[in-house]
């Protein structure tokens, strides 16, 4: 290439060399208009940052009150016992279970006119929930839960060696 196409190639490209400037530099620039206009910008965008919590920050998806739909009972050993009960809520009839934010939970049981209520806590571990109600028959249940729309299931997890067979309770919002 001689000096005549080279001056004309840098007549069409542009070389530069960039140096990185400190950020005060940028901020200052030469304009003091445009550093009150950026700093808002920035101070935004540290917010945002900041504001966005942990990954233990996680919104409960248990929360609520939840309706009895049914439930069934696989893998028994007596075979007579597999089988599927669906429950419709009226007046008479019907069972709810509400999770707290504070763990916290509540199980309403009403049949034929009759309501009895269970208090008791319970804990979420991944797509595990353990229910400790203050109660001799249902102490401590633990369960593998899906969320499926505002449709909740829970399977409970039980030792094979037990012979009890594995229910899955349905519930609704």
């Given at each position: 290439?001689?000096?005549?196409?080279?001056?004309?190639?840098?007549?069409?490209?542009?070389?530069?060399?960039?140096?990185?400037?400190?950020?005060?530099?940028?901020?200052?620039?030469?304009?003091?208009?445009?550093?009150?206009?950026?700093?808002?910008?920035?101070?935004?965008?540290?917010?945002?940052?900041?504001?966005?919590?942990?990954?233990?920050d996680q919104i409960n998806p248990l929360t609520g009150?939840?309706?009895?739909?049914?439930?069934?009972?696989?893998?028994?050993?007596?075979?007579?016992?597999?089988?599927?009960?669906?429950?419709?809520?009226?007046?008479?009839?019907?069972?709810?279970?509400?999770?707290?934010?504070?763990?916290?939970?509540?199980?309403?049981?009403?049949?034929?006119?009759?309501?009895?209520?269970?208090?008791?806590?319970?804990?979420?571990?991944?797509?595990?929930?353990?229910?400790?109600?203050?109660?001799?028959?249902?102490?401590?249940?633990?369960?593998?839960?899906?969320?499926?729309?505002?449709?909740?299931?829970?399977?409970?997890?039980?030792?094979?060696?037990?012979?009890?067979?594995?229910?899955?309770?349905?519930?609704?919002?």
């Amino acid at each position: 290439m001689d000096l005549t196409s080279i001056r004309a190639f840098s007549k069409y490209c542009i070389f530069e060399e960039k140096a990185e400037k400190p950020l005060f530099d940028l901020l200052v620039a030469q304009n003091p208009m445009k550093t009150f206009r950026r700093i808002p910008t920035l101070l935004g965008a540290l917010f945002i940052v900041a504001s966005c919590g942990s990954a233990d920050d996680q919104i409960n998806p248990l929360t609520g009150s939840w309706t009895l739909k049914g439930v069934s009972c696989q893998n028994c050993i007596d075979k007579s016992q597999i089988g599927s009960t669906i429950y419709a809520c009226s007046d008479s009839d019907c069972n709810t279970y509400t999770f707290n934010e504070d763990g916290s939970l509540k199980l309403v049981e009403t049949l034929s006119g009759t309501t009895t209520v269970r208090n008791g806590t319970y804990s979420i571990s991944d797509a595990t929930v353990r229910l400790n109600l203050d109660d001799q028959t249902y102490s401590s249940k633990t369960y593998c839960y899906t969320l499926s729309g505002s449709t909740l299931y829970l399977k409970e997890i039980l030792d094979k060696s037990t012979g009890k067979c594995e229910t899955t309770t349905v519930l609704s919002k």
